[in-house]
């Protein structure tokens, strides 16, 4: 038994685990962790890389459950020029080891593999039929660090030791996963950056002593996420089909972004009551009604939004305060649909209590409408609600960082060349 | 948020004895009002009055950023409110070492420059974060308005404070048209330790509970956030008015060639501006609606921080001036603010 077992549950054993990553972490994980998983079948994974939901569970309500573990890798194109048939061999390989590894599953393993714009320039040919912007700031109030690796890895699994083990694989660090003889990408790619977290149930509980949190565990032990409150509701969410691209050579694919955004939840939890909390996470009414039992169990497939006023400006003039979801779900298309796909989770890296907001849509502007919706900048301009305060949940985060990548359909995510 | 104020034994246990003559300097005392300020007074008045105590600040210094001054001081940990949904206010007990205020402030024209910009601080030791956060929007009565939020430190020692003041957001007039637009960044050194932070003025008040406000302080070599006195508003004042025990000067005047309608809540007794609310205005002459919307906040050299629209055709003697305020203010409050400019009536003015 390692020493650092001692007192520390399984759960918060596996996220230390994740986050330190390496090796030495993977054994300890393994050695605790043990899940008795079939291997995969390549043929059995889907078409389009971003199609999870089929493979993950639902709660009672039908909402979908992401996996509770996540680990994303930033890569940097080794080589120089543009890359070889070799490389994209190698590469081809590599994802394909995973997947004979591991089932498609929460309990295995599910991955995308993305690209940056950055990836995209060392050609001479436009990207094709999508529009991939390099990242910027998104608020007047922020500055993040611009994320351009040139390719971007997700891994999921209820598993840390799959995640972390399927990261080793890929950098070559190991030659089997799950008892399959599996290959790496390492002459391909170097690893720029690691980004670890999770979400679900307990586990924002168990990993709440980090900075950004008040020392007496005030996260409720059902909270997904560290704020206390579910969210990914199926009617706050689009759909798969929504957020894939409809023409061109990467239909099939979607885009994805990734920011880091690190919380500060001392006020949050010290100094707003539970009503203020309900009233800045969905909308004053709600915190008016008393309508938000715990987490949000009762709440069922949806934040409920039809119950807070239909005109988010009439709140921010009369109650001088806006809720988050309420000023987000302003961001729907044609049909009334949300515009993304969240896939976020949770994370203590560099011992700050942190969100990765990963996101996948059809293009990066539905990122940058929805982002704008939760700005709340027009809600904000003659209304009694600050730039951030009051100003739904604008307070409580910094991004720190962001980056946009293409995420090509299954057939093309060896290194695509632009215009295939 | 009201967790688990000390009991009223413990408070009184915490305080017996201390005289309101005996406490300035006497930094062994000091030590005890942060697990024990005085209690609130009972039966506060729905208007402004006199809080429980005092305490004076430590200026940990002003720095220059660009075109904006910003200042950084502290004083003890204490309770303030923040506002609830429905108008009400909400008690944050006092929690952490430190009461840390920033204010930001135009040096050419002395103004204070309060809200929309999304002002945050982050506090590092070595190196490493101790605290970051997005203050809140305050007013107190011997500061006005300031960024302000109680922080925990890692004890005695330098402390490097950085200020994110984040760009203005609200409408700016007359030589401010141009400016403040852009986020400054300060960082500030701050030496802190426990006896310092004692010999910070900390006094009881006889007249606790009584309407009236303590004076603005004097002694800090920072402006405040005082609006104009009512004779030195530009155009012509139209008609002033009080509601929720704020008082309201509107004003008439010109900007960019067109009428110009500045209404300008303050607070009593000290006349700082009243900022974060929604206010609303209807002009009618007879059956003829002159004016009918809503105002936006802005900010001038010359009017302070009002909040102002454009309007058609001249507001005239003996027209009828509606004032709706939409939302009070929601800037948190020091004692002796947080029971005044809750509920607000609408004022019914006649046009002088």
């Known amino acids: 038994m390692p020493p650092t077992e001692r007192g520390v549950s399984r759960r918060e054993f596996v996220k230390a685990a994740v986050a330190i990553g390496g090796s030495a972490a993977l054994s300890a994980c393994l050695d605790r962790e043990s899940p008795d998983l079939p291997t995969g079948e390549p043929a059995s994974v889907p078409a389009r890389q971003h199609v999870w939901n089929e493979a993950l569970p639902r709660d009672d309500h039908g909402n979908v459950r992401n996996a509770r573990h996540h680990v994303v890798v930033l890569l940097e194109y080794a080589g120089t020029g543009t890359p070889s048939a070799t490389d994209r061999e190698t590469v081809t390989d590599a994802f394909e080891s995973l997947e004979r590894a591991y089932p498609w599953s929460n309990e295995g393993l599910l991955f995308t593999v993305g690209y940056s714009p950055a990836y995209f320039a060392r050609y001479d040919d436009d990207l094709a039929g999508v529009d991939l912007p390099s990242p910027e700031a998104l608020a007047p109030f922020e500055d993040p ?276 | 948020m009201d967790r688990t104020p000390p009991t009223r034994r413990a408070v009184l246990g915490g305080i017996a004895g201390l005289g309101t003559a005996s406490l300035a300097g006497c930094s062994g005392l000091f030590e005890r009002q942060s697990v024990g300020n005085p209690p609130v ?73 309060p809200i929309r910009s999304g002002l945050s601080v982050t506090i590092e030791q070595d190196g490493e974060e101790v605290d970051s956060r997005t203050p809140w929007t305050m007013l107190s009565q011997n500061m006005g308005f300031h960024y302000g939020d109680n922080v925990g430190l890692d004890g005695d020692g330098t402390y490097t404070v950085t200020v994110e003041t984040g760009g203005l957001s609200i409408d700016r007039l007359g030589e401010f048209t141009d400016r403040f637009g852009d986020p400054v960044t300060a960082e500030f050194e701050w030496e802190f330790s426990q006896s310092a932070r004692g010999e910070i003025m900390f006094r009881q008040l006889d007249n606790a509970g009584e309407t009236g406000a303590v004076s603005p302080m004097s002694d800090m070599m920072m402006p405040l956030s005082i609006a104009p006195a009512e004779g030195d508003m530009p155009g012509r004042v139209l008609a002033t008015g009080e509601s929720g025990d704020a008082t309201f000067v509107a004003t008439a005047g ?67 001036l509606t004032i709706t305020v939409d939302s009070p203010p929601q800037i948190s409050r020091h004692e002796g603010y947080e029971t005044a400019f809750l509920s607000m009536p609408d004022l019914s003015l006649t046009v002088e």
């Open chain 1, 145 to 420: 660090t611009l994320d351009e690796p040139d390719a971007i890895v997700h891994l999921a699994s209820d598993y840390g030791s799959v995640a972390l083990a399927a990261e080793e694989a890929l950098l070559g660090e190991r030659t089997t996963l799950n008892g399959v003889d599996v290959t790496g990408l390492d002459a391909v790619f170097d690893r720029a950056d690691r980004r670890t977290g999770f979400v679900g149930a307990g586990l924002p509980a168990d990993n709440q002593d980090v900075e950004g949190i008040p020392d007496d565990d005030p996260v409720d032990e059902d909270a997904p996420l560290y704020m206390g409150f579910k969210s990914g509701f199926t009617k706050n969410q689009a759909t798969e089909d929504a957020v894939t691209i409809g023409d061109g050579p990467f239909a099939g694919g979607t885009t994805q972004h990734l920011s880091k955004i690190q919380l500060h939840l001392d006020q949050w939890y010290d100094q707003d009551s539970r009503s203020q909390r309900v009233a800045k996470m969905f909308c004053p009414a709600h915190a008016a009604e008393d309508r938000v039992e715990g987490v949000g169990e009762n709440l069922g497939d949806g934040s409920q939004l039809g119950e807070c006023p239909a005109h988010v400006d009439e709140d921010a003039r009369t109650n001088g305060m806006v809720g988050h979801s309420q000023k987000s779900a302003r961001a729907r298309d044609e049909n009334d649909d949300p515009l993304i796909l969240r896939r976020d989770f949770d994370s203590t890296d560099g011992g700050e209590a942190g969100l990765h907001f990963l996101s996948i849509q059809a293009s990066i502007a539905d990122f940058v409408d929805t982002r704008d919706a939760m700005n709340g900048t027009d809600v904000s301009e003659d209304s009694s609600v600050g730039t951030r305060l009051n100003n739904g949940i604008l307070q409580y985060m910094t991004v720190q960082r962001r980056g946009n990548y293409l995420v090509p359909p299954r057939a093309m995510r060896a290194l695509p060349r632009p215009n295939p």
């Open chain 2, 41 to 113: 007074v009972e039966d506060r008045p729905n208007a402004v009055y006199y809080p429980s105590h005092i305490e004076g600040m430590g200026m940990i210094g002003t720095e220059q950023a660009g075109d904006r001054t910003i200042g950084l001081m502290y004083s003890y940990a204490h309770r303030f409110w923040t506002m609830n949904v429905g108008g009400t206010t909400e008690r944050v007990s006092p929690s952490g070492d430190a009461h840390l205020m920033v204010s930001v402030w135009d040096g050419e024209s002395g103004r204070v420059l």
């Open chain 2, 254 to 320: 010109e900007r960019e060639g067109s009428q110009y309608l500045a209404i300008s809540p303050r607070t009593p007794h000290n006349r700082y501006v009243l900022p974060q609310m929604a206010l609303s205005a209807t002009v009618t002459r007879g059956d003829e609606t002159v004016f009918d919307g809503p105002l936006s906040p802005a900010i001038g050299p010359r009017r302070g921080y009002h909040y102002g629209t454009t309007i058609d055709s001249n507001v005239e003697s003996g027209d009828d």
